[in-house]
Nanobody, 121 residues
Framework: QVQLVESGGGSVQAGGSLRLSCAASGRTFSSYAMGWFRQAPGKEREFVADINWSGGRVSYATFVKGRFTISRDNAKNTVYLQMNSLKPEDTAIYYC??????????????WGQGTQVTVSS
């Protein structure tokens, strides 16, 4: 099992930026894919982005393409989500996830505790 700890959430005005970080421990970090999901109040958890073990493949949900960037530093056991041009509809709890395999984050093996992102208009 992988332990994941997110940080970097907070409150920002529309158009602003935040950078989320997720530190992993428990398994060899470079052996599995990582990703980010989010859950807004009253809505189901949804996929945001993922990255394969090496960082050579990334994918994004349509609603964040061109605004968010996922990256990883295998030397630091950390995955990042750079969020630019934030919109009020990006307000949600953001969850870090570790995949069971090395290419796609789904199916998810482990979840972080979540970090709140609030975007005001």
């Amino acid at each position: 099992q992988v332990q994941l700890v997110e940080s970097g959430g907070g409150s920002v005005q529309a158009g602003g930026s935040l950078r989320l970080s997720c530190a992993a421990s428990g398994r060899t970090f470079s052996s599995y894919a990582m990703g980010w999901f989010r859950q807004a109040p009253g809505k189901e958890r949804e996929f945001v982005a993922d990255i394969n073990w090496s960082g050579g493949r990334v994918s994004y949900a349509t609603f964040v393409k061109g605004r968010f960037t996922i990256s990883r530093d295998n030397a630091k056991n950390t995955v990042y989500l750079q969020m630019n041009s934030l919109k009020p509809e990006d307000t949600a709890i953001y969850y870090c996830a570790a995949g069971g395999g090395d290419y796609y984050v789904q199916p998810v093996d482990s979840w972080g505790q979540g970090t709140q992102v609030t975007v005001s208009s």
